[in-house]
């Protein structure tokens, strides 16, 4: 289910939406890199082969520009965000201006992306003397945005004050690529939970190899902190089996003795927690995890005991404790005097705060109490652990174990979409005693329920992603659902994939149908603001990354911007500018083909619109009877709660 914010300039009171959904079209590229993408249902890290353009040829052989990198494989990530990040960059202007202080000094910058503190670099280098004699080397190791900073650095004039390489930090060498160690070192090889992109290792790599001793680092330090918390709303990403009890349906994904056989995985989750102030309650005052001293070389692994001395009571039956509102405080120089504070920031997407869900039930809280927490890194995470004398927190799971990401826990948890859903089957396997159902993704709730609800069905699961250990967790928990694991076969691949050898010849056909149906105009200034085009960034000229970035606002006016999946709920500041209106149909009974819906909206409120909304309602039976919607009515109706589950 997906929801889309299309941004866009600010229209007239009465505009025309159109939306055109093309066949795919194939192009052929000339080079390749990895790129590391999300599994959007088990929340673990896979690299993806994407093609790249034609290489690009030197500066002074290209009469015509290069056609920029193919727009898909950046415009959903955060460096637009980032370098629309105006605290963030001013911030890290004035680290680097304060660093480089001699006209010999030799800057690296790791993870260069644009070149943007590259520049800052050059810039600074040149300011310190006449003739400065030192230098910038930047290496930028994913291809697509190593040829868009080499873009970059040719809009600006700095082509030949900062030295490109398309290596990993750990493949330069002293000697080969650099002429000697560097002595100072930028980069912002950071995320939400700080250590994810692999700060640790890198660092601990430069350090070695490419640095030389005692050198100028940027940023210069960072601080972890967290904040007890009670979260009814968050405990519902995270406790499956207590929602399947509340549900009663006879559907179990986390049968009895099995309670943990699905969870999120144990790491910290990046969210707005801002967004939530009504529905968490702090029980502790902010307290300090971690510091880590970039400027001299980080351990792999540390392990701290920390004492907290809770605020108030939890009460209820879930007052339960969950570390949340984890958050970062990252000094960018020695003096701290350009620090960045990442739980009062302005909204942006590309730092957020943490939540760490803990084991089982958590713990319940009374004032005054001491709550022991054990906080341990490794190179990439950070773990915590609640109760010594349980299990550590990184132990090792059982092979049917599966871990989804926390709005997937959420939905296969919620009590109206299990019944919608439960009743649209049952109704559906009337119609033949002993059908052949294919789950064309990887819903364990969708092959648990048919093949419980008819003994006699032939279940073809297609789990691209889950693949064998779908398997094995379904063998696992068959007999808590009452039906025989002969019945399900799990192919382990996409349903594009998908042969009449797979179906032992067997036709089949949906009667399921899902309307493109409604949207609306809204204003959603904080993602508005973080997707618009770029000008100038600290005095340098971005305008060449608009296209290839998905810059969506403040576009000219014969310029669409793009539609991009968002939680809205995590967009920061949305109002609602105009009543809803319908889009288009399709029906999944019909082959799918290329339409174009066209519709007029007129604005009912007062405000700037950035955008408009779109989402599905999934119609899920031929009578129309039960309607599954993505949509605001959902906000209005249940709070924000389904919000989570899906995205607009």
Known sequence: MLRSWCLASPPAAAVAVAVRLPLRRRRRMASRAFQLRLNPLTGDSEWLVVEGEEEEEEAHQTPTPPPPPPRQLLATTSYLDMLNDSARNRAYRRAIDAAVTDPSSRVLDIGAGTGLLSMMAARALAAVGDEPTGSVSACESYLPMGKLMRRVLRANGMENKVKVFHKRSDELKVGDDLDSPADILVSEILDSELLGEGLIPTLQQAHDMLLAKNPKIVPYRAITYGQLVESTFLWKLHDLHSNETSAADGVWLTPGGMERIVSVKLQQHAMQCDALENEIRLLSEPFKVFEFDFWKRPDSHRETDIKIRTTCDGRGYFSWILLGQSFTQLPL????????????????????????????????????????????????????????????????????????????????????????????????????????????????????????????????????????????????????????????????????????????????????????????????????????????????????????????????????????????????????????????????????????????????????????????????????????????????????????????
């Open 333 to 648: 120089d020695g003096l701290d005097n350009q620090v960045l504070r990442i739980y009062n920031m302005d909204w942006c997407d590309h730092w957020k705060q943490c939540v760490w869900f803990t084991q089982e039930k958590g713990i319940p809280a009374t004032e005054d109490q001491v709550i022991s927490l054990r906080a341990r890194h490794n190179q990439t995470s950070i773990s915590y652990q609640l109760n010594f004398n349980d299990e550590v927190c990184d132990r090792s799971l059982p092979g049917d174990h599966l871990t989804l990401l926390p709005e997937r826990i959420a939905l296969y948890g919620d009590k109206d979409w299990r019944s919608a859903l439960i009743n649209t089957i049952r109704n559906a396997l009337t119609v033949k005693s002993s059908p052949t159902c294919v789950v064309a993704d990887d819903s364990l709730f969708l092959a648990l329920l048919i093949s419980s609800l008819s003994p006699t069905s032939n279940v073809i699961a297609m789990y691209p992603g889950h693949r064998e250990k779908g398997a094995t967790y379904l063998r696992a928990v068959a007999d808590a659902n009452n039906f025989s694991i002969n019945q399900i076969q799990v192919i382990g691949k996409r349903a594009s994939s998908l042969t009449a050898d797979d179906l032992k010849y067997k036709k089949w056909g949906s009667h399921f149908i899902m309307e493109v149906k409604e949207c609306f105009r809204g204003k959603i200034y904080d993602l508005w603001k973080s997707r618009c085009r770029l000008t100038d960034v600290e005095g340098f000229d971005h305008s060449v990354v608009n296209e290839t970035l998905g810059a969506c606002g403040d576009l000219p006016g014969d310029q669409q911007g793009s539609c991009l999946p968002y939680y809205v709920w995590q967009c920061g500041y949305t109002k609602k500018l105009s009543e809803v209106y319908s889009l288009m149909d399709f029906n999944f009974s019909e082959p799918i083909h290329s339409c174009f819906g066209k519709t007029k909206i007129e604005f009912s409120h007062d405000g700037t619109c950035h955008g408009f909304a779109v989402w599905i309602d999934w119609v899920l039976d031929d009578k129309k009877s039960v309607i599954l919607s993505t949509g605001p009515v959902i906000y209005l109706y249940n709070g924000i709660r389904m919000l989570l589950h899906v995205k607009k």
